[in-house]
């Protein structure tokens, strides 16, 4: 047998190959240098703004954050805006603008999408502000820099969102290699541009694989803006096509993810600018004639859903309650980390939130690390089963979890673990517990108020557990790191 | 020469290296690309510091092994988490499989592990350098070099189980 870092170099060797970043790696780390740039100076305007009390910005969000996505959904209207035109007070941090070029000045605009394309001053001023957008995005980008072409000047769309309008400006280099597209705001025909330009690439290929696509005539372009404080979905397809939204599953109390009946997005002319809730990352598929062109969730760029529109994790108070009613000795600090680790699973693949906590077990091995067995409760009644264990101070481990149905947390036993150590907590009727080995062998095992976690043992693999009652009658059986349903993450 | 231009030739220099670094950090092409341009530009924004320092690529290394952790943690989802395949016998497809199941145990392993074998046995760098980079003391590179590779070790012997799955926060 060969050691194992002879083999590792050769793995590693092969699996890299002569592998070259797919982008261009320099402009992307320019551009979202530049974003971060923006993002802080805007932060600092809008603060400014705080505290001079002195212009009435909607708490908009959108031109403080990524303008190619919404930095923050917000779930509900705010009330009685005023405005949506973003505005920034001049100041020495303040980006600004290059001057505006008039519209006559740029490309004459057809085949414009959206209920606005009719509305020529509307068309004009999303033209005129998205190069000014664009430009300014370019001058902010240290040298080399690429040089637009503003022949390719392209307003894709302009369209009423809410009480505000919202736009997309695509442009691309002289060459025509490199793409930037730049979000347009405002209200009626007074638009700004907002936040850096995105969408800059320089392989095609990237574009596809992201799901975005703004070559050619016919766009394929999934992503979600902010307008008025509201957070929309942005869908732009080819002639011919039709597109869902999918929106999160949701646990039924037998431990079944059911998928939501995907539902049609209303392309007018190929454009659809809907009110979207991003929780749970909504999916859109764009097809044509039964074949997906392009599938997107409308958050994929986006960190995640901001705090406020999130469910609320367990709080501390049931985190005590469960650690105090848990059988054997779980550790507080482990079960809280498992729990909010698990809930971040549950609030990001589902439209489920978590309704309670149970610890099921606790106890430490030989090693005096902790373990403990959790169940997070859905609204179903279902669980989410997760063990755990920490073998340093700020780490924690699981080697199994999964969901389980409503009625099977007491009658369940639990098996999981690997080639060190295995997890066992046994359901509340059971007397005692073997470990079937794979040489046919079983090992009682004795537990501690339910549960215990032992070595595993040497020249044998653990294959699965028995509970038996105190009349010797198997009452559970369960293989290794089995019985409970896989789930997203 | 400007810093600009000392930047965009590192990057177009070196960026296919740490590229390559990064995925074998990570496991997905996409999100090493992510990683990568994350590590950029942070020693973008201290670019005169970063050179005065005298090692761009130590530094952009040491961001992107010191930022795959909160990485891994909101991409786990993307994670390669799966059953290490049986021994093959010995043939050419015994040696493939036994490259495949050495991989997905590195992609099982937990991330620090994983770095200090990537860092040991792709970058070959020191242990000095190594425990440098990740911020701890040579003896700890040495025994989660050791703890690794005997991982690595049970799996090539056979002596693993198939359902032996760990995932792993830190």
Same mark, same amino acid.
């Given at each position: ?55 009435? *910005? ?36 303040? #980006? ?5 070029? #008039? ?65 997309? *400006? ?62 929309? &979905? ?16 949701? *646990? ?31 999916? *859109?598929?764009?097809?044509?004639? &039964? ?22 994790? #367990? ?102 673990? &690997? ?52 009349? &010797? ?17 | ?170």
């Amino acid at each position: 047998m060969r050691p194992a870092d002879e083999v590792l170099r050769e793995v590693f060797a092969e699996r890299v190959g002569e592998r070259t970043p797919a982008t261009d790696m320099y402009h992307a780390v320019l551009v979202r240098h530049r974003r971060h740039r923006r993002r802080t100076m805007i932060g600092a305007a809008l603060a400014a703004v705080v505290v001079l009390g002195g212009v009435a *910005v909607v708490a908009t969000g959108v031109r403080g954050g990524d303008r190619s996505l919404p930095a923050t959904p917000t779930p509900t209207r705010p009330a009685a805006p005023t405005t949506c035109i973003p505005t920034i007070p001049p100041g020495p941090d303040t #980006p600004t603008l290059p001057p505006a070029v #008039p519209a006559d000045q740029l490309p004459a605009q057809s085949g414009v999408r959206g209920s606005l394309a009719g509305d020529q001053a509307v068309v004009d001023a999303a033209l005129v502000a998205g190069w000014q957008g664009l430009r300014d995005s370019n001058a902010q980008l240290p040298a080399p820099r690429k040089k637009l072409d503003p022949a390719s000047l392209r307003v894709r769309f302009v369209e009423r969102a809410g009480t505000g309008t919202l736009a997309l *400006v695509t442009a691309a280099d002289e060459a025509g290699s490199w793409q930037a597209a730049q979000w347009v705001e405002g209200q009626g025909r007074t638009l700004v541009p907002v936040g850096g330009s995105s969408g800059i690439t320089s392989s095609l290929d990237f574009e596809r694989r992201s799901g975005q696509l703004f070559y050619g005539t016919d766009p394929l372009y999934i992503s979600a803006a902010q307008v008025c404080g509201l957070t929309y &979905g942005v869908v732009l397809a080819p002639a011919g096509t039709t597109a869902t939204l999918t929106g999160p599953p949701h *646990v039924d109390a037998d431990a079944r993810l059911v998928p939501p009946a995907a539902r049609p997005v209303p392309l007018q002319n190929g454009l659809a600018v809907f009110p979207a809730d991003l929780r749970g990352g909504p999916t *859109v598929a764009i097809s044509r004639d &039964g074949t997906v062109l392009g599938r997107r969730a409308l958050n994929a760029e986006l960190e995640y859903a901001s705090p406020g529109s999130r469910p609320a994790p #367990p709080s501390a108070e049931q985190i005590d309650a469960a650690v105090r009613d848990g059988r054997g000795s779980p550790d507080r600090t482990l079960v809280e980390r498992i729990v909010g680790w698990r809930f971040d699973s549950v609030d990001r693949s589902t439209n489920d939130g978590v309704t309670g906590v149970r610890v099921l077990w606790g106890g430490r091995d030989r090693g005096g690390h902790p373990w403990v067995l959790v169940a997070l409760r859905l609204p179903s009644g279902a669980w989410y089963v997760s063990d755990g264990f920490s073998e340093q101070s700020n780490g924690f481990s699981s080697t199994n979890s999964g969901l389980l149905a409503a009625d099977r947390l007491d009658d369940t036993l639990f098996v999981s673990g &690997g080639a060190r150590d295995v997890l066992l907590v046994a359901p509340k009727a059971a007397a005692r517990v073997g470990l079937v080995l794979s040489t046919g062998e079983e090992v009682p095992v004795q537990l501690t108020d339910g549960g215990a976690v032992i070595p595993s043992p040497n020249g044998a693999r653990p294959l699965r557990a028995r509970a038996y009652d105190a009349n &010797g009658r198997v009452i559970a059986s369960q293989a290794l790191n089995d019985g409970l349903i896989p789930f997203g993450h | 020469m400007g810093d600009d231009e000392g930047f965009h030739e590192f990057v177009s220099s070196r960026s296919p290296a740490l590229l390559r670094t990064a995925y074998l950090l990570l496991g997905d092409w996409e999100l090493a690309e992510d990683l990568v341009q994350t590590a950029l530009v942070k020693a973008y924004q201290h670019w005169g510091r970063v050179i005065g320092a005298g090692s761009p690529e130590a530094y952009v290394r040491k961001i992107m092994v010191n930022e795959r952790r909160s990485w891994w943690r909101r991409h786990r989802d993307r994670e390669v988490v799966g059953a290490v395949p049986e021994r093959a016998g010995p043939d050419e497809s015994a040696a493939l499989a036994e490259r495949d199941a050495v991989w997905r145990a590195v992609l099982e392993l937990p991330p620090r592990t994983r770095a200090v074998l990537v860092l040991r046995f792709w970058e070959d760098l020191s242990e000095a350098d190594i425990a440098e980079t990740l911020g701890c003391s040579i003896g700890t590179v040495k025994s989660t070099t050791s703890r690794g590779l005997r991982r690595l070790q049970q799996v090539l012997d056979g002596n693993v189980l198939a359902s032996d799955r760990r995932e792993v926060q830190e």
